[in-house]
């Protein structure tokens, strides 16, 4: 098993309403992460993962992306200490 990390991840752009927290969950999970995605007051998306740091990094490139009818302009990324706080992997629902 690699090194377990935690990131914790604000997307920017046309994220909210384009399905991006389906297409996290759906990602995360099949990564074999854990954690939650939330949409957030101002727009943006919040990603909170824990993980294998290789499969958190491909979650990351995923946050480029997006979904179909998503436009990410902007990806940032704090780096934190594994917790170990998550048993799955959630979409919270209602804005922060």
């Given at each position: 098993?690699?090194?377990?990390?935690?990131?914790?991840?604000?997307?920017?752009?046309?994220?909210?309403?384009?399905?991006?927290?389906?297409?996290?969950?759906e990602?995360?999970?099949?990564?074999?992460?854990?954690?939650?995605?939330?949409?957030?007051y101002?727009?943006?998306?919040?990603?909170?993962?824990?993980?294998e740091?290789?499969?958190?990094?491909?979650?990351?490139?995923?946050?480029?992306?997006?979904?179909?009818?998503?436009?990410?302009?902007?990806?940032?990324?704090?780096?934190?200490?594994?917790?170990?706080?998550f048993?799955?992997?959630?979409?919270r629902?209602?804005?922060?």
């Amino acid at each position: 098993m690699g090194e377990l990390r935690r990131i914790h991840a604000f997307v920017s752009g046309r994220v909210q309403g384009v399905f991006f927290r389906s297409f996290v969950k759906e990602h995360a999970e099949e990564l074999g992460l854990v954690g939650f995605v939330r949409n957030l007051y101002d727009g943006r998306v919040e990603v909170v993962a824990e993980g294998e740091k290789e499969k958190l990094e491909e979650l990351i490139e995923l946050l480029h992306v997006g979904p179909p009818h998503a436009v990410v302009e902007k990806v940032e990324v704090e780096w934190q200490d594994y917790t170990g706080d998550f048993d799955s992997f959630n979409i919270r629902y209602g804005l922060f």
